[in-house]
């Protein structure tokens, strides 16, 4: 027991140095986040946004760009929370291949994955909310957190998924930033005229985009919201594992066994090695002669 503990620890102490290695994530995170946050909240008009809350079925009309300013935050912590598992995936997938094939335990390595998935998630969504709340007053910070925790899960683990199935750094970070950009995009009431479509409850972030806007704008607590947010993360968490699993499997080819010498092989025997004379047996011979 005392050993899966300490293999679990070293790969979750590896993992998190190589995040703290990203420094651009670091500066992402301490200037995109509130940034991306104020930004949306100053330039956006205050003017108030009638839209019918699924979570809750209540009628509502918040100010405009406090309601980008959520959606400004969840692009925030979704696209930092996937960037920083893509890269730490790609960058450390030669290193878990190898690891993988020396016989260190698959478990442990995808168990510290996902602890630092959670440990990244919750510090960017707590930051993310303080600076909303420094911004703004939501009714229910906590639930804020909460959804933009469950959002940034989902996301980190889309990015594990990616940097373990892609080749090349730039697609994942295409994929990455198009998939949180069209996400998003159309659930917000203010850019997109369809946020009220069916079809937007199946899009990744919609449990937390929904939870969010309850934190922001009514008493309620949705916790079916939440759920649906961490099924999201289930799936995601899947094809990570599955692409994970791919991506560290053992790429050498089996070793063939020699074939049995006799008449029939192919192979070609070949003369054993002459040896020297010994010093006794090269006197004999001189007596003889």
Known sequence: MRSRLTRFAVATRFTLIEHGRNRFAMILVILFVPVWTTLAYVAMPDTPARIRLRATGEALAPPGNELTSISGALNAVTLI??????????????????????????????????????????????????????????????????????????????????????????????????????DLALQNPITSSGA???????????????????????????????????TWFAGAALLALLGFRGSTRNCLPPATPAPPPGPQSSTVGLPAPRQATTPSAAASDAETH
């Not at 985009?209 to 947010?229: D, E, K, N």
């Open 81 to 182: 929370t996937g960037f920083m598992m893509f890269a730490a995936t790609f960058s450390g997938s030669g290193f878990d291949r190898r690891l993988a094939m020396a016989g260190y335990p698959r478990a442990h390595l995808v168990l510290a994955k996902v602890t630092a998935l959670a440990l990244v998630s919750a510090a960017v969504a707590a930051y993310a909310t303080a600076v909303a709340c420094l911004v703004w007053t939501p009714r229910q910070p906590l639930l804020l957190a909460a959804a933009l925790f469950c959002a940034g899960l989902t996301y980190g683990a889309l990015g594990v998924g990616f940097g373990s199935l892609l080749r090349r750094e730039v697609e994942g970070m295409f994929a990455i930033v198009m998939t949180s950009i069209i």
């Open 196 to 230: 009220d479509n069916p079809l937007m409850r199946y899009l990744p972030s919609y449990g937390a985009m929904q939870a969010s806007t309850a934190a922001g704008f009514s008493a309620s607590p949705v916790p079916g919201h939440l759920a649906i947010q961490l």
